[in-house]
């Protein structure tokens, strides 16, 4: 029994010299690097390791230092949002393929990664015709280089799988800020009041009509339909996440490959796969065609959604052609795209197509037959990719509804609402500064003090029921749009304020 109780003791020494090391270890890593400011609620650090690092043991020297390393942090709500565990499966699966970032280690509540001499695309940066060309051929080459394990296809769309798993932590959320709009107060004042209802409508009802959209893609895909078209896809292709690589220009040394014309494309590299697994190329357009309508630097609204700026159908089909004639170094007869057709060389471009609701006709591809010499091959071919192009786009105006739900669920349990006890899903109200440390909690009921209700933008920030709210708009625009809500079934002043954007 003593012996027991010196044990513990002893234990219990390590552990918290342990605890002590670890921290100090921890403020030393963060002394050496260098903190970049994202939207995210996680931190980013790059760090440089010292010159001199004393080794105790010789044996461990590894041969070369890495001159810099990324150093991420998970930040809250990551336990509700990212399956960090399946995170790190697909991360190793990439690094087989040298597809992104080489993870170097990880630990609790972060990890370490390959720091890549690049810098992230800008807003501007992705709408130039050349680098959309050459994104489209780096998301051809993801899908073709990593192939869906079964239970992933079996599995069914990312999409809904995080729907499914964010729905319960909204509703919590959503019932107490859908009461407080409701609540007829004088104390309710200020941006939480312009908001209305975060959803546009109460949430019950919005998330009635995701189930009813996703029965109706049912109804028009098939779950063996759908299935059968998932590939590997990213799922966040925005600006901040694609890199583009600096080439070494060092003066005696030889020219970069990245340099060549051929190889162009090749200088983007996509990172951050946090939500990347298996769902259809229409959903992957339509997420990337979206982020179109982001600038999450502009000074004021880095949360709105312009949808003004979505690409117009001649930048889409610009996009989806160059995805479906490129042919990737990973290309194979197993992959999902495989039945794509390879035009890389074949003459002829793009043109307008005509879209009615979510029936499409080809109109005119800008190319007049009679002047070009096809042969009866490339005549073929050249159908084929029309005839590809226009499902693309009949599948991006299908799927970006689920986008749109997955980003604003998102958006809902990003937001940090003051006095939910995250633990348990419980709002609870406290006093003064909304922190978790030393209040004295109680219940939190309508009747409490709604001025003091405003909902923090988080660390990073960014205004998540903003961004949630405003996404919501463009949720209910395609909606109405593809004819499965009807304008009377909607209130007028959502009415007013639908996004959509030009089909034709």
């Not at 020297?61 to 709500?77: A, E, M, N």
């Not at 001499?117 to 130039?128: C, G, I, Q, S």
């Not at 989806?320 to 197993?334: A, D, E």
């Not at 405003?470 to 949720?475: C, I, K, P, Q, S």
């Amino acid at each position: 029994m003593l012996r027991s109780r010196d044990n513990c003791y002893k234990n219990k020494q390590k552990s918290s010299k342990e605890i002590r090391e670890w921290a100090t270890f921890k403020l030393e890593i963060l002394k050496i690097g260098t903190h970049f400011k994202t939207k995210r609620v996680e931190k980013i650090y790059v760090v440089t390791p010292p010159v001199d690092v004393e080794t105790l043991n010789s044996k461990c020297i590894p041969s070369r230092y890495p001159s810099k390393v990324l150093l991420r942090i998970y930040g809250p709500q990551v336990e509700h949002l990212i399956d960090r565990k399946n995170e790190l499966s697909i991360l190793k699966r990439l690094s087989q393929k040298k597809i992104g970032a080489r993870m170097l280690g990880t630990f609790i509540n972060g990890r370490f990664e390959e720091y890549l001499n690049a810098k992230p695309l800008t807003a501007k940066d992705m709408r130039m015709a050349d680098t959309s060309v050459q994104i489209a051929k780096r998301m051809r080459e993801l899908h073709d280089g990593v192939e869906l394990l079964d239970r992933e296809r079996e599995d069914g769309p990312f999409v809904w799988r995080n729907w499914d798993k964010w729905v319960d932590r909204c509703e919590k959320i959503m019932t107490v800020l859908d009461q407080i709009v409701k609540v007829d107060s004088p104390r309710r004042s200020g941006l939480w009041k312009s908001r209305d209802f975060v959803c546009g409508v109460e949430w019950p009802l919005f998330k009635s009509a995701v189930n009813r959209y996703r029965q109706w893609l049912n109804d028009h895909y098939g779950k063996d339909g759908v299935k059968q078209k998932l590939i590997f896809a990213h799922n966040d292709t925005q600006y901040g996440n694609i890199l583009r690589l600096i080439p070494d220009n060092t003066v005696g040394s030889s020219p970069s490959p990245l340099l060549l014309p051929a190889n162009s494309h090749k200088q983007l590299v996509v990172i951050d796969f946090e939500y990347a697994s298996a769902n259809t190329p229409g959903l992957e357009f339509a997420n990337h065609f979206t982020e179109w309508c982001y600038n999450y630097h502009e000074p004021k609204t880095p949360w709105a959604c312009n949808t003004s700026r979505y690409p117009s159908i001649d930048e889409q089909i610009r996009f989806i052609r160059s995805y479906v004639t490129h042919q990737s170094r990973f290309y194979s007869n197993t992959s999902t795209t495989a039945n794509m057709p390879l035009l890389d060389n074949m003459k002829g471009r793009g043109g307008e197509f005509c879209l009615d609701n979510i029936k499409m006709e080809i109109c005119d591809f800008g190319v007049d037959d009679s002047t070009v010499d096809y042969t009866a091959e490339e005549t073929q071919l050249e159908n084929e990719v029309k005839h590809q192009i226009q499902e693309l786009l009949c599948d991006v105006r299908r799927w970006r509804v689920a986008n749109s739900a997955q980003w604003v669920a998102w958006g809902i349990v990003q937001a940090q609402v003051p006095g939910l006890d995250h633990s348990n899903g419980k709002l609870m109200a406290h006093e003064s500064r909304y922190t978790t440390e030393d209040v004295e909690a109680h219940e939190l009921t309508p009747e409490d003090s709604l001025t003091e209700l405003d909902i923090q933008e988080g660390e990073a920030g960014f205004d998540y029921l903003s961004y949630a709210s405003d996404r919501a708009l463009f949720f209910w625009g395609d909606m109405v749009q593809l004819g499965i809500i009807r304008e009377e079934e909607l209130p007028t002043e959502l009415l007013a304020r639908l996004k959509t954007v030009n089909n034709h």
